[in-house]
């Protein structure tokens, strides 16, 4: 472990994951004195009334008020809000949980097998960009659900404008397991080598880059498996680094929460969060959610550039680079400026993470090319087929 002068980490390591520093955050209690829109604390986590969220911030400056106190929450406070009521016409939710069925039904059929970041295939049924299929199969539905006024809320509370909403709908079914505890994207869907090669600044700016939040298609008592949370935990530095640590995973078993919720409720957490899909025990519940990502607007480059004809046009140096005992920095270096290293946004039905948390870059088959010494047609072939499975 390094510092700055200003006592702040540089750079992350397992062996700066201490659980005693970590209980000693997780275990500290949300007061909803220090939340006055919050309607009351349950089990460590912030409840909002949906309603009276919109009556507070019928002004502009309720609005900012209630916005700034949803950021205290997510950045300083449990890392969860439960919005209660966020969709008032429950009609709007089952028109689309009607679509979602269908979907999945069609999937099912075509024997699409759905693979799952954080559970083994199968264990659920998955529809994988859902909001591109909603909007194109159902646009009516679509505009009803996505017009609401409590998402806008707590996205542009955290995001700013601009903001860019995916969405990937998850059923548990009677008997489905739980998932695995994790953090989220982006660098939750990183190896733990891969995550530490990333200063300790991007640590702390990742969760800041993305929302997560689940809209309630049914009512999820607690044998039905909500999700397990454990508040506070979005604010361990490390944590990127220690939620697949075995003591942490232990702790997170022995201390995690898991709320029910109605129909029509939505729960908003800091990617941050180590968080779970909990077990279905029920006999009979099918338990859906819309799965929301809301991503900033500034995760983007300034220009766009054909990095697949860039790849092919630099392989054949590479590989008489390597030839003439080029060494594999020299030609990583080269491989980094060239190709794509960030394996999405992707189109994971196509593309799906089976073999891990994330599918391979393109940079990831560009070094696989130079290190096995691929013809240049077979490099082709294989960059022009990943870009088409990354294409909705």
Same mark, same amino acid.
């Given at each position: 472990?390094?510092?700055?002068a ?13 659980l005693?520093? %970590?209980?000693?955050l997780v ?27 919109? !009556? ?14 949803? $950021? ?11 919005? +209660? ?36 295939p ?10 591109? +299929? ?7 539905? %679509?505009? *009803?659900?996505?017009?609401?006024? /409590? ?29 695995? @505890? !994790? ?72 201390h !995690? $929460? ?9 729960? %908003? ?5 180590f ?18 990502? /809301?991503?900033? =607007?500034?995760?983007r ?9 860039? =790849? ?9 680079r ?8 020299w030609?990583?270096? $080269? @491989? ?14 196509? *593309?799906?993470?089976?073999?891990g ?33 990354? !294409?909705?």
């Amino acid at each position: 472990m390094s510092t700055t002068a200003a006592g702040q980490w540089t750079w992350l390591t397992e062996a700066d994951c201490d659980l005693d520093a %970590f209980r000693s955050l997780v275990e500290e209690q949300t007061h909803v004195g220090d939340y006055p829109s919050a309607q009351q604390v349950q089990q460590n986590v912030l409840l909002y009334d949906s309603n009276r969220l919109r !009556h507070l911030t019928a002004t502009a400056e309720g609005r900012r008020e209630v916005q700034s106190e949803l $950021v205290r929450a997510l950045l300083e406070g449990p890392g969860i809000v439960v919005l +209660k009521g966020a969709f008032a016409d429950e009609g709007v939710v089952d028109r689309a949980s009607e679509a979602y069925d269908a979907l999945i039904e069609e999937e099912r059929a075509g024997g699409a097998g759905r693979g799952d970041h954080f559970a083994a295939p199968g264990a659920n049924d998955r529809v994988w960009n859902a909001l591109d +299929k909603l909007a194109l199969r159902a646009p009516e539905v %679509f505009a *009803d659900y996505y017009a609401n006024d /409590i998402l806008a809320l707590i996205a542009e509370a955290w995001l700013g404008p601009a903001y860019q909403v995916t969405s990937q709908v998850n059923v548990v079914n009677p008997g489905g397991a739980a998932q695995s @505890v !994790h953090r989220d994207y982006h660098l939750g869907f990183l190896s733990q080598d891969r995550a530490s090669a990333y200063p300790a600044h991007v640590h702390r700016l990742s969760p800041v880059l993305t929302l997560q939040g689940a809209v309630a298609h049914c009512d999820m008592p607690v044998e039905s498996g909500p999700t397990l949370y454990l508040p506070h935990s979005q604010k361990y530095e490390p944590g990127y680094l220690a939620w697949r640590l075995p003591r942490f995973v232990a702790y997170f078993g022995a201390h !995690h $929460v898991q709320l029910p919720l109605d129909k029509g409720n939505a729960a %908003f957490f800091n990617p941050a969060l180590f968080h779970a899909a909990g077990h279905n025990r029920s006999a009979g519940i099918r338990r859906m959610a819309n799965l929301l990502q /809301i991503s900033s =607007a500034f995760g983007r480059a300034m220009e766009t550039v054909d990095r697949e004809a860039m =790849a092919n046009a630099l392989f054949p140096v590479l590989l008489r680079r390597k030839a003439d005992g080029a060494s594999e920095d020299w030609l990583r270096r $080269v @491989v980094a400026a060239t190709a794509e290293g960030y394996p999405f946004p992707t189109n994971l039905d196509l *593309d799906p993470p089976v073999d891990g948390l994330a599918p391979a870059s393109q940079a990831d088959t560009v070094w696989q090319a130079v290190a096995e010494g691929w013809e240049p047609e077979r490099l082709r072939q294989e960059l022009r087929a990943g870009a088409a499975r990354r !294409h909705s």
